[in-house]
């Protein structure tokens, strides 16, 4: 059985079509949830201290700042208090970044937000994140995290 010749338009207009099938299956199986939940974030005991002088962390020196230091993220509210959430997000484990305008912590990936105590504001995400005590010592130019 012989097949006529398919012309250039439909041949471009085929493929096109399949490419973007691929992209969309590939696409909605990366917002999925994989194993069937949200990962569950580390909750562990912490305690560790943060100098402000130090280079890594002179984001938090200004308000609206942030670093993210032992998988958790340490953010200067524009009110001047420290807080500290898991720097991961719970849907698939992407780091978070701090929006000040919003003080929300916020997902590139999947867009998921999380108020300042790590509570989910909107998802795909499911589970909040796990909040940490923050005691900044201006004399001293730190600020301890803590479980």
């Known amino acids: ?3 006529a010749p398919i012309s250039r338009h439909d041949f471009f207009k085929l493929v096109g079509t399949s490419v973007g ?3 969309l299956t590939n696409c909605s199986m990366g917002c999925s949830a994989k194993g069937g939940g949200d990962p569950t974030p580390i909750d562990r ?3 560790f201290t943060l100098r402000l002088a130090d280079q890594a962390n002179e984001n938090l020196r200004a308000k609206g700042g942030y670093v993210i230091a032992n998988d958790i993220i340490v953010a200067q509210t524009k009110d001047g208090k420290f807080i500290a959430v898991s720097a991961s997000c719970t849907h698939e484990g992407t780091q978070l970044t701090y929006k000040v305008a919003d003080n929300q912590f ?3 990936l999947h867009l998921s937000r999380f ?7 909107m ?3 499911t589970q909040a994140l796990v909040q940490f005590v923050t005691v900044a010592d201006t004399a001293a130019g730190t ?3 803590h479980s």
Request: charged letters at 20%; proline letters at 8%.
């Open 106 to 108: 916020y997902c590139p």
């Open 143 to 145: 600020v301890r995290i």
């Open 45 to 47: 005991n912490v305690d």
């Open 1 to 3: 059985m012989e097949t």
């Open 115 to 121: 108020d300042s105590t790590g509570k989910v504001l």
């Open 21 to 23: 099938v691929i992209l």
């Open 123 to 125: 998802g795909p995400a």
